[in-house]
């Protein structure tokens, strides 16, 4: 059985309430309402409203059961254009369109035929599960340390014992500038024991 609610002179344009009930057609009145409360469009709201007039309607006057309801389909219509002016340089004017639509919205309880089965969009859950709070967090993270660990002992590599060997071209060079020039000349000749040392018998001295 269908039952039907209407709502007049709806202040919306008619394109935009069909972008919007096409996405409750054919589900359980409990989901169409859940999703168009989260709809994120001005006309969700009048929607929901001529679905919850034609549920009640259905409840109150032929004792249906709500939990059973369906939209059936909704139906839009354009309705009148209140037409006002603006005023524009030079003179002129310019129009403004108010547009408004009809919604009519039919529920239903029967079954849906196998080629207008429609599978439910979003899925009920069974138990009420609290939902993350999607604030910045109140709890400070724990600074990282820059410093890395020190390496096991079995995992340390051994320190090198080896010294690095001075180069002997820059000792050889340094020992030369730093030693004196030696005669071997005069070390290498000989010495005569026999020879008497000389005497200094000083200036105008005779023997």
């Known amino acids: ?4 609610a209407t709502a007049k002179w709806v202040r919306t344009t008619a394109r935009k309430a069909r972008l919007v009930t096409a996405s409750v057609e054919g589900l359980p009145v409990a989901e169409a309402l859940v999703i168009l409360r989260f709809t994120p469009r001005a006309a969700a709201r009048d929607v929901a409203n001529v679905i919850k007039s034609a549920a009640a309607n259905a409840e109150h006057n032929y004792n249906l059961d709500t939990s059973t309801l369906r939209v059936a389909r909704i139906e839009v219509e354009a309705a009148a254009i ?5 005023p524009k340089p030079r003179g002129m004017s310019g ?3 108010k547009r408004t639509a009809h919604l009519r ?3 239903t309880d029967d079954e849906p035929t196998p080629e207008k089965r429609r599978r439910s969009a979003i899925r009920m859950p069974r138990t009420v599960v609290t939902a ?3 604030g910045p967090s ?3 993270p724990a600074r ?20 690095r060997r001075p180069s002997t071209k ?4 340094a020992a030369a500038v730093a030693e004196p020039a030696i005669d071997t000349a005069a070390e290498s000749a000989p010495v005569d024991a026999t020879e008497e040392p000389a005497i200094d018998t000083g200036e105008g001295d005779t023997q």
């Not at 209140?82 to 603006?86: A, D, E, G, L, V």
């Not at 990282?144 to 010294?163: G, H, K, V």
């Open 82 to 86: 209140t037409k006002r002016f603006r």
């Open 144 to 163: 990282r340390s820059r410093s890395r660990p020190a390496p096991a002992a079995a995992d340390a590599p051994q320190a090198s014992t080896r010294r």
């Open 170 to 173: 820059n000792a050889d060079s």
């Open 105 to 107: 919205a039919f529920v």
């Open 132 to 134: 993350p709070s999607a």
């Open 95 to 97: 129009s403004i369109f």
């Open 1 to 4: 059985m269908e039952v039907v």
């Open 138 to 140: 109140r709890e400070t």
